[in-house]
């Protein structure tokens, strides 16, 4: 069984640049989360999407970030006009569905390392 | 908000000798507590949970107890191996995991 794969590994954006981070989750999880690593601390919730919704949203950037997670295909989180302080790993979690008390177990994938020169 | 509060490393162990990273945290009702463990240049893998008060996770000798009345989920190992070195992350929440800064463990033959 593949695991959550993200592509690129590595992504290296001059300043105003835009980055694209893609997303596949585990075959059968219907269910996407964005974290962001900056260097030296913990994962940060960003986004939480279900196919074609945004779940919750409340750790994303009021501005230049966005994400999505379309009816086919992988997930996408999109920085527009990238800043230094975007360098970061953004790490993508998949899980089946949502039990009936909210909670679930999360896979991770190997992260996107961005580099914003 | 909801936090987490893990000790700070790295914590520096021999081979086999007995390990406890603290971990405790606030939250708004009984969150699942989860510890993940990431290696160097790699994503996280869930290394064990627990789901409701006094529930013990387990895996690959690692422990962790949910204390719902200390608010903890102390990860514990008896005997730590070289390749137990990685950083460690306790995270409770539900659709959105709350992690701390992590705990790097550094273990040396």
């Known amino acids: 069984n593949a695991g959550v794969m993200q592509n690129p590994r590595h992504l290296v954006r001059r300043r105003g640049q835009e980055a694209r981070l893609r997303c596949s989750p585990m075959k059968g999880h219907s269910h996407v989360y964005w974290y962001r690593q900056l260097p030296e601390e913990g994962l940060k919730f960003m986004v939480y999407?279900?196919?074609?919704?945004?779940?919750?949203e409340s750790g994303m950037p009021k501005e230049r970030f966005s994400a999505e997670f379309p009816k086919e295909g992988p997930s996408i989180l999109r920085i527009q006009q990238v800043v230094r302080g975007d360098s970061a790993a953004y790490f993508c979690?998949?899980?089946?569905?949502?039990?009936?008390?909210?909670?679930?177990?999360?896979?991770f994938g190997p992260g996107t390392r961005l580099t914003v020169l | 908000g909801d936090s987490v509060t893990q000790m700070e490393g790295p914590v520096t162990l021999s081979e086999e000798a007995f390990l406890t990273i603290n971990c405790t945290y606030t939250?708004?009702?009984?969150?699942?507590l989860f510890w993940y463990v990431q290696y160097p240049g790699e994503g996280l893998q869930l290394l064990l949970k627990a789901t409701k008060a006094d529930d013990k996770g387990s895996n690959k000798g690692f422990e962790a107890t949910y204390r719902k009345e200390t608010t903890s989920f102390h990860l514990e190992k008896g005997s730590v191996q070289v390749s137990d070195s990685a950083v460690y992350f306790c995270?409770?929440?539900?659709?959105?995991?709350?992690f701390g800064t992590g705990t790097r463990l550094q273990v040396f033959p």
């Open positions: 979690a998949s899980s089946r569905y949502r039990d009936a008390t909210g909670k679930n177990e999360q896979f």
């Open positions: 995270a409770p929440g539900a659709d959105k995991l709350i």
């Open positions: 939250a708004t009702g009984y969150p699942s």
């Open positions: 999407l279900q196919k074609e919704n945004i779940i919750d």
